[in-house]
């Protein structure tokens, strides 16, 4: 849907996955635009549908299902828009409201200041890796 927030990959080879907002389609390409890219940088793509993943619509539990522990994601390191590598430590729980809460996730290679257990990312922002 048009203005919706999606994960992209814009790397012409490898992985580059970030937020971007869907525009449309072109022929068969995904039109994205990533509103958080320096002055002077790229920051619309057209893109193969493969390298578009929608992300979750809603943390209410009627709408998505969280993945659970132990799970191979890709989530948005807290601060950025980039999506990178991540295990599940602590699925959300479901609030009273039928919300759920953030994930608890251990990105690969990250190190947590003060021996934490991983980062908390929120619900919109963890994708099944594929």
């Known amino acids: ?3 919706e927030q999606v994960a992209a990959n814009t790397a012409e080879s490898g ?11 072109s022929g068969e390409l995904f039109e ?6 320096e002055p002077g940088t790229a920051n619309r793509y057209f893109l193969d549908p493969q ?4 992300l ?12 659970p522990v132990g799970s191979a994601v890709l989530g948005v390191y807290p601060g950025t828009t980039t999506f990178y590598r991540a295990t599940v430590l602590q699925a959300p729980r479901r609030q009273p409201s039928g919300e ?21 990312v929120d619900f919109r922002h963890v994708v099944a890796l594929r």
């Open 32 to 37: 994205v635009t990533d509103e958080e890219a």
């Open 51 to 54: 390298n578009v993943l929608p």
């Open 15 to 25: 992985e580059n996955w970030i937020v971007v907002t869907f525009r449309g389609v």
């Open 1 to 3: 849907m048009p203005g």
């Open 56 to 67: 979750p619509r809603s943390a209410s539990g009627r709408d998505e299902r969280a993945m």
């Open 100 to 120: 759920f809460d953030a994930y608890v996730l251990q990105f690969e290679d990250d190190e947590v200041e003060g021996g934490g257990l991983g980062r908390a």
